[in-house]
T-cell receptor
Framework: DSGVTQTPKHLITATGQRVTLRCSPR?????VYWYQQSLDQGLQFLIH???????AKGNILERFSAQQFPDLHSELNLSSLELGDSALYFC?????????????FGPGTRLTVL | LAKTTQPISMDSYEGQEVNITCSHN???????ITWYQQFPSQGPRFIIQ?????VTNEVASLFIPADRKSSTLSLPRVSLSDTAVYYC????????????WGAGTKLIIKP
């Protein structure tokens, strides 16, 4: 158990809909990262937040947005869903210091768009 | 901007040492290299991290040559349970902070 929690575990929805995925980081971690992993594909880095501020963006679509709240939990919002958005979405957290950045991954949310 | 390249797949046998190399040109002095292991339908798990030369922990070693254009993850005496996908990550520090992930190497260990 990494200490990172993600809800829900599974989500089934229809095209055109909007969903919100939630992540709670490990206690003490200020950084949260979001990743997308399609079936049998590699990890696609989406976005990184540190203490409420966006630090880096990866291949995140304009239909997707994220935020990190004062209590450090984070939400990833996916809108106008398409079939191709079906994937595992991972959240990770880390301390993100000047010398180290070990990411601890949650169990993921499996999104199915029908 | 740094880019990472790693082999798509590798096979080995139980008890052997396995070395997986990641190429990453244009890497700066402060950029760090990390390796993760992922089993199907699970989140990746940290293996090892380093900046230069050699780092060793209880499960693996990481070798980074002086030119830092590549890094090699070394798994000693692998077992069937080491069958997984291994990802190389370059963390680009500074004002152009970015995370550059490799596409992953699927390692299959045979009995």
């Amino acid at each position: 158990d990494s200490g990172v929690t993600q809800t829900p575990k599974h989500l089934i929805t229809a095209t055109g809909q909007r969903v919100t995925l939630r992540c709670s980081p490990r206690s003490g971690d200020l950084s949260v990262y979001w990743y997308q992993q399609s079936l049998d594909q590699g990890l696609q880095f989406l976005i990184h937040y540190y203490n409420g501020e966006e630090r880096a963006k990866g291949n995140i679509l304009e239909r997707f947005s994220a935020q990190q709240f004062p209590d450090l939990h984070s939400e990833l919002n996916l809108s106008s869903l398409e079939l191709g958005d079906s994937a595992l979405y991972f959240c990770a957290s880390s301390e993100w210091t000047a010398s180290t950045d070990t990411q601890y991954f949650g169990p993921g949310t499996r999104l199915t768009v029908l | 901007l740094a880019k990472t390249t790693q082999p798509i797949s590798m096979d080995s046998y139980e008890g052997q040492e396995v070395n997986i190399t990641c190429s990453h040109n244009n890497i700066a002095t402060n950029d760090y290299i990390t390796w993760y292991q992922q089993f199907p339908s699970q989140g990746p798990r940290f293996i090892i991290q380093g900046y230069k030369t050699k780092v060793t922990n209880e499960v693996a070693s990481l070798f980074i040559p002086a030119d830092r254009k590549s890094s090699t993850l070394s798994l000693p005496r692998v077992s069937l349970s080491d069958t997984a996908v291994y990802y190389c990550l370059v963390g680009v520090r500074g004002s152009n902070y970015q995370l550059i992930w490799g596409a992953g190497t699927k390692l299959i260990i045979k009995p």
